[in-house]
């Protein structure tokens, strides 16, 4: 499967912004679809993920409360709604899969997304 992420920009703290990662090619079920980011000189880190099957979601502490990650099958589309970003938030956002279950790790992705940038000011 190819991902290809859209949707970043640039917005005042406490705004929101709504990224979508779409995908060409079949999603399995079992598949786990995931939002990473990655700031400067940072490790790309996990920041909510869905299971494609069931919808069922996780999310990074940090993110918990002001971030949904959502699916639609019928578009092959993963969205990541942002509300009450923050300045730390700022990072280029990546949309993974891994076809072998649910992961934090981004080493266990198998495809990745070609990244869009999130910058949040204060």
């Known amino acids: 499967v190819q991902l290809q992420a859209s949707g970043g920009g640039l917005v005042q703290a406490g705004g929101s912004l709504r990224l979508s990662c779409a995908a060409f090619g079949r999603i399995f079920s079992s598949s786990f679809m995931a939002w990473f980011r990655q700031a400067p000189g940072k490790e790309r880190e996990f920041v909510a993920g869905i299971w494609w099957g069931d919808g069922r979601t996780y999310y990074a502490d940090s993110v918990k409360g002001r971030f949904t990650i959502s699916r639609d099958k019928a578009k092959n589309t993963v969205y990541l709604q942002m509300n009450s970003l923050k300045p730390e938030d700022t990072a280029v956002y990546y949309c993974?899969?891994?076809?072998?279950?649910?992961?934090?790790?981004?080493?266990?992705?198998?495809?990745w997304g070609q990244g869009t940038q999130v910058t949040v000011s204060s």
């Open positions: 993974g899969q891994d076809r072998q279950g649910y992961s934090r790790s981004p080493a266990t992705f198998d495809a």
